[in-house]
């Protein structure tokens, strides 16, 4: 196979995608659809930071695809920018407890909070009281809300223990000029039963709950993607459906229906196909689940 005369051919031909990267689960969509009222939920309760006041801590739960995080970073975004548009100092921070070598250790999250904060440490080294200072410091050089948003923080926890919220729950009591207010982003519904009692009242002063989708609510989603995603009539008749049916079968992770739509649509490309079918579909979800295992 000469690889030279294949790229030459593929790029002569015309993709069947006209926007793929709206079929990337980094795509931030600026309309998310069935959580305007969860979304409203969780302004209504950051709102005071707007006014230097520090908002209640919050809990947001619910299972992986249901628009936690989407929903929680769009939040964030929107109050930020109407913060920096009236001068309120007002900074939010976002960090996915998930990520190696970001912060799956309290050293590791300090320092990511502190990198975020215009400073940098180094990655370990450090005597942990030492980098809490800094963090103290740099959080207190003014008067300033700061909004930090921890996704998957029950990875965080089962990993170094609850300690660390604690510190993080209780470092208002030790700030002069500024305030935290802490968001919790958790896939794990029972996760703060496990939580020692002093820091389950500080965390959980506010809980939301992510209900799953169904699978017409994702048929929606999938439908407004694919218009934009693909060029028209490419995706056939029944295509969006069975693909919604797949992803409410799986407890309604939107995500997946959406990652699931991709890979149909590369495959499809990939045969020299004009349309995706439910055929690639079907291989789609057989390749995705054997990725998995």
Do not use: W
Not at 214 to 219: K, V
């Amino acid at each position: 196979m000469n690889v030279n005369n294949f790229f030459k051919n593929y790029l002569s031909k015309d993709s069947i995608f006209s926007n793929k990267s709206l079929l990337l689960s980094s795509y931030a969509p600026d309309e998310i659809m069935y959580r305007e009222n969860l979304i409203q939920d969780v302004a209504n309760i950051l709102a005071p930071s707007l006014r230097l006041e520090r908002p209640s801590s919050l809990l947001v739960y619910g299972k992986t695809g249901t628009g936690k995080t989407l929903s929680i970073k769009y939040v964030l975004k929107s109050i930020e920018n109407i913060a920096a548009e009236n001068n309120v100092p007002l900074k939010t921070i976002y960090v996915n407890c998930k990520l190696k070598r970001i912060a799956d250790t309290e050293y590791r999250l300090i320092a990511q909070l502190i990198k975020e904060l215009g400073k940098d440490v180094p990655a370990t080294g450090l005597p942990t009281d030492e980098i809490y200072n800094i963090f103290y410091s740099l959080i207190d050089d003014k008067k300033q809300i700061v909004i930090l948003a921890l996704d998957e923080i029950d990875q965080l926890t089962s990993k170094v223990g609850d300690l660390i919220l604690y510190n993080l729950t209780r470092i208002n009591a030790e700030l002069k000029n500024a305030q935290i207010g802490l968001v919790g982003i958790s896939n794990n519904l029972i996760f703060a039963e496990n939580l020692d009692p002093r820091v389950r009242s500080s965390l959980s002063e506010e809980e939301i709950i992510f209900p799953s989708y169904n699978a017409l609510q994702i048929q929606d989603i999938l439908r407004k993607r694919s218009d934009n995603a693909f060029r028209e009539n490419v995706v056939e008749v029944g295509v969006i459906e069975k693909c919604a049916a797949y992803a409410a079968r799986e407890h309604g992770d939107a995500r997946r229906a959406i990652d699931l739509l991709r890979v149909a649509g590369e495959l499809a490309e990939r045969y020299g196909s004009e349309h995706v079918t439910v055929n690639h579909l079907d291989e789609a979800e057989s390749k995705i689940e054997t990725d998995k295992i």
